[in-house]
């Protein structure tokens, strides 16, 4: 399986696991408005990633990688107060964290990485 693929799996596979936490969040006012915000930032990276990999460019490669990346970041943050209040106390909700910091990590690097490519190339 090319990075590509394998990447594309994770993301879609993590947006599966935040649907489901989203599902399982508490019929509260607080756990509705979570829920829906968890819903849309954790299905965007896959989404988004799907548009980097059909980029028009390198620049806009890079630029669809950063917008994939501010999503797992807002994803981390909604995980990280359900977490804290506690919403929801689930092996899942852990994975998820844990998972979401691993693809942002990657993420960077492949940005870092091709934004060094873009620079050598034109030298």
């Known amino acids: 399986m090319s990075f590509k693929d394998e990447m594309e799996d994770r ?18 006012y607080i756990g509705e408005h979570l829920g829906k ?6 299905t965007s990276p896959a989404l988004n990633y799907a ?6 460019s390198r620049k806009d490669f890079i630029h669809k990688l950063k917008i994939t990346n501010k999503e797992l970041r807002e994803t981390l943050v909604c995980l ?4 804290r209040k506690p919403l929801l106390i689930n092996e899942k909700l852990n ?8 693809l942002i990590s990657i993420l960077s690097k492949s940005i870092q990485t091709t934004k060094l490519n873009q620079h050598i190339r034109k030298s």
């Open 11 to 28: 993301l879609i596979n993590f947006a599966l696991v935040g649907i489901e936490i989203s599902e399982n969040l508490p019929q509260s």
């Open 37 to 42: 915000q968890l819903a849309r930032s954790s």
């Open 51 to 56: 548009e980097a990999c059909d980029a028009e």
């Open 80 to 83: 990280k107060i359900i977490h």
């Open 95 to 102: 994975s998820a964290i844990k998972e979401c910091n691993e």
